[in-house]
């Protein structure tokens, strides 16, 4: 299948600091990027996402940016609070199988 | 209130011993897929299905069936369960597949 490959795996800041998530992918078919965040006990619950026509989208403290020329894309937290602490996943959808691929996610902890 | 419902949420096994994971959505979803998560490896797409009747191997298919009789409803069945079929499952619904996913709160298989 295909790959998806996100760095850190695990990421510490100090409240208040920013987090940048990374993700690069293989797949040129790939046209819907979605990030999710998991806390513990629960299901993976969407944050923000983007479509392959567009470069960036930001929706108060969180961003993402794609470069598809570089096959690359990154989540951007700002103004980091202790709630944002959590396992974050990138994910692909590709039209290659008709499905979607997640990255291997990223625990953050952010530092009161 | 919209919403993906996994049950149970908790199973203990033992090896060969069929058993079903149910999965239902109330909003009237098109796409419905399964995941299984381990640690380290992120969330991986068991099978999914694009509409009624429509089903597909994801990328770990081997040991698991589906069916999708009614669009709400998408279950999950592993005829003889074996301890690497130990996993912590995710099923999840969009409106349409290269959307938005809405999971279920997950169901912690251990197989013995």
């Known amino acids: 299948g295909e790959n998806v490959e996100q760095h850190p795996s695990t990421l510490s800041v100090q409240e208040g600091d920013s987090a940048v998530i990374k993700c690069t992918y293989s797949?040129?078919?790939?046209?819907?990027f979605p990030w999710y965040k998991q806390e513990l006990g629960k299901g993976p619950q969407l944050i923000i996402d983007?479509?392959?026509?567009?470069g960036e989208k930001k929706d108060q403290r969180i961003a993402v940016t794609l470069n598809k020329t570089a096959k690359h894309f990154s989540l951007h937290i700002t103004e980091t609070q202790p709630e944002d602490s959590a396992v974050y996943f990138c994910?692909?959808?590709?039209?290659?199988?008709?499905?979607?691929?997640f990255g291997t996610g990223t625990s953050l902890t952010v530092i009161p | 209130e919209a919403q993906v419902t996994q049950n149970p949420r908790y199973l203990i096994t033992v090896t060969g011993k069929k058993l079903t994971v149910t999965c239902s959505q109330n909003?009237?979803?098109?796409?419905m897929s399964w995941y299984r998560q381990d640690p380290g490896l992120g969330l991986r797409q068991i099978y999914y299905?694009?509409?009624?009747?429509?089903?597909d191997k994801g990328d770990v298919p081997e040991g698991y069936k589906v069916s999708r009789k009614e669009k709400r409803n998408f279950p999950l069945i592993l005829e003889s369960p074996s301890p690497n079929q130990t996993s912590l499952y995710f099923c999840?619904?969009?409106?349409?597949?290269?959307?938005?996913?809405?999971f279920g709160s997950g169901t912690q298989l251990s197989v013995l």
């Open positions: 909003m009237n979803h098109e796409y």
């Open positions: 299905s694009m509409n009624v009747e429509v089903t």
């Open positions: 983007i479509r392959s026509n567009v």
């Open positions: 797949d040129s078919a790939s046209n819907y």
């Open positions: 994910a692909m959808y590709t039209n290659t199988g008709n499905q979607f691929y």
């Open positions: 999840a619904s969009s409106f349409r597949r290269n959307e938005k996913l809405f």
